[in-house]
């Protein structure tokens, strides 16, 4: 029943930064934990960063330092604002949702958007 749809990815040279949104329908977002995966052609899908219902925020190994996530629960949105991007930061980006944090974090959402893609170039 919950949707979520992404936006804000695009093309950007290394060093630049992007926000990410995900906006939220259906379901009552507060009871949710969010999370923001990354899959590039070829790889395996990854972990980007996730917050949970009280905000607390967990990151990947590989954007800890970079990367941003938060919630704005008026707005049924959480974002995900990327600094210092690189060329391997080039990926289709996903929201999740699941009232689990630690079903976030695994890959394990109840619910996934449909992506948006960000380009980095050298």
């Known amino acids: 029943q919950v949707q979520l749809v992404e936006s804000g990815g695009g093309l950007v040279q290394a060093g630049g930064s992007l926000r990410l949104s995900c906006t939220a329908s259906?379901?009552?977002?507060?009871?949710?934990?969010l999370g923001w995966f990354r899959q590039a052609p070829g790889k395996e899908r990854e972990f980007v960063a996730a917050v949970n219902w009280g905000g607390r925020t967990y990151f990947g190994d590989s954007v800890k330092g970079r990367f941003n996530i938060s919630r704005n629960n008026a707005q049924n949105m959480v974002y995900l604002l990327v600094d210092s991007l690189e060329p391997d930061d080039t990926a289709a980006y996903y929201c999740?949702?699941?009232?689990?944090?630690?079903?976030?974090?695994?890959?394990?959402?109840?619910?996934w958007g449909q992506g948006t893609q960000v380009t980095v170039s050298s």
């Open positions: 259906g379901g009552t977002f507060t009871d949710y934990s």
């Open positions: 999740a949702a699941d009232p689990n944090i630690l079903s976030v974090i695994s890959g394990r959402s109840s619910y």
